[in-house]
């Protein structure tokens, strides 16, 4: 980010590209008011300086007087009062009550790029410059209205693709995450600074801190910690979708099955074994959980070259599974390659269907391996489809995990700094019971208490911070 960038006024257009019936133009800084009111004449006649903050005022907006005069492409805007190229509402609002903290100007003109164009235009010929990625976001952190996690919450409101994911992201961007992170750090500098003051009297016989007392505290945050860290995976599969590979045996209903669950014709289905020889993937919403169905190639021994290549995706495929959806066909005996899909999967996650159940059955409970349980379901007239949904959700955000329930991490930053904290507090409970040293007891919580700091941006390096908002679209 450009040097001085703090003092400097910043513009973008703050609205995706495109055409719309209204476009916005944020200006943020000292300078907002002084440059928004030299681009803008309120209809009223009054200096934009005059009204109150956070009232909306229709105005022309103009080129600077100073500026060049449009280039030819836009010499079809006609000419209002001189200069005027648009109408506009314009909205001033005093820092720090404003997104970034500071004095802040949007002009919500028309949403046709040329017309947002020339807002910028007039905006950086007045003294603006061009906000980089993430820069307004960027000052509101910086200016104490957003922590860090705070602010990747607003890219993850941005972003969000179901009803769960942007649940979880209101909850982040109001707080929820950083207040539980701020508790366990603050219980950890609680416990330092009594740690440290019975270092400066050792010898003296006086103990602030007792062993037991240090340990437990240490254990709970500890714990606590865990905890957190362990709604990571729940947390990824909410905030991205999770994977789930719908496998079996050629001809069982593998296809049959994921057009029934997208509610359209989208694998070819045959009865010649083999029609599906690569994978097809496709996104639904399962109770505002998104999921990505992979549909994959009969699992089966083939010389046909092209056959295998198919096969060799899906065992891929079955590999970077978040869930498997082993599909067998009830209308046959339980056969070898069944048993052997439905013990590999046994380690992971998984669900069993038995298809078909629309035809005389011939796999019952008794045939499958004990603990295991199939749920019976005919792809071709979509019974127990909807219990299948049920299994897959509840497989993927189920024991406490939902979205409405509790907080939880989904990002990948947080849950490294989390493991890396809980890393610490394990050190330094072995610390603690082997005996050692308070001074290497502390080293340890110090590390703890650093690693949560980092979530929140308490603890932060420039490095990290461009990182971050980089990420960020311009005008966000």
Not at 274 to 296: A, K, P, Q, W
Not at 355 to 375: I, Q, Y
Not at 425 to 434: D, F, H, K, M, P
């Amino acid at each position: 980010m450009m040097s001085g960038a703090l003092e400097d006024t910043i513009c973008a257009i703050a609205t995706p590209a495109g055409e719309g019936g209204i476009g916005i133009v944020r200006l943020s800084g000292a300078r907002a008011l002084a440059i928004g009111s030299g681009i803008v004449q309120l209809r009223s006649g009054r200096p934009l300086a005059s009204v109150a903050s956070h009232t909306l005022h229709l105005a022309d907006v103009r080129l600077p007087l100073s500026s060049e005069t449009p280039p030819a492409e836009t010499s079809a805007v006609p000419p209002r009062g001189g200069n005027v190229f648009d109408e506009a509402l314009v909205v001033y609002m005093k820092g720090p009550r404003s997104f970034t903290g500071e004095d802040t100007v949007e002009i919500q003109s028309h949403g046709g790029w040329l017309i947002l164009s020339l807002v910028c235009r007039a905006c950086l010929a007045a003294g603006a410059r061009m906000a980089a990625p993430g820069e307004f976001t960027k000052r509101a952190f910086l200016n104490g209205r957003l922590d860090l996690s705070q602010a990747e919450a607003v890219l993850d409101t941005i972003r969000a693709k179901s009803a769960a994911s942007l649940t979880v992201a209101q909850r982040q961007l109001r707080g929820e995450l950083a207040r539980e992170v701020d508790a366990a750090r603050d219980a950890l500098l609680r416990l330092l600074a009594q740690l440290e003051a019975g270092i400066d009297f050792v010898g003296e016989e006086i103990e602030i801190l007792g062993r037991q007392e240090l340990l437990r505290t240490t254990q709970d945050v500890a714990e606590r910690i865990r905890r957190l860290g362990a709604t990571a995976r729940e947390g990824r599969w909410l905030r991205e979708g999770a994977r789930v590979v719908i496998t079996g045996r050629p001809n069982v209903g593998k296809s049959s099955l994921l057009n029934r669950l997208l509610k359209e014709e989208r694998a070819i289905v045959t009865a010649v074994p083999g029609t599906t020889r690569d994978i097809i993937e496709e996104s639904i919403s399962l109770d505002g959980v998104i999921i990505h169905l992979v549909d994959t190639a009969g699992i089966r021994a083939t010389d046909d070259a092209l056959e295998r290549e198919g096969i060799r995706r899906s065992r891929s495929a079955q590999k970077d599974a978040d869930l498997q959806v082993i599909v067998i066909d009830g209308s046959t005996p339980l056969s070898e390659d069944d048993r052997g899909l439905i013990e590999q999967a046994a380690a992971g996650r998984h669900v069993i269907v038995i298809n078909k159940a629309d035809l005389p059955m011939r796999v019952g409970p008794s045939d499958m391996k004990p603990g295991t349980m199939g749920l019976p379901l005919s792809a071709k007239t979509g019974e127990g489809v909807e219990a299948l949904r049920a299994a897959i959700r509840s497989q993927l955000v189920g024991g406490g995990a939902e979205a409405t329930d509790g907080i939880i991490v989904t990002n990948v930053r947080h849950q490294a700094a989390l493991d890396q904290s809980h890393r610490s507090l394990v050190q330094a409970e072995e610390s603690i019971n082997a005996g050692m040293a308070n001074e290497l007891v502390a080293v340890d919580l110090r590390a703890a208490a650093d690693a949560l700091g980092e979530i929140t941006g308490a603890i932060t390096t420039d490095e990290v911070l461009e990182q971050i908002f980089s990420t960020f679209c311009i005008g966000k």
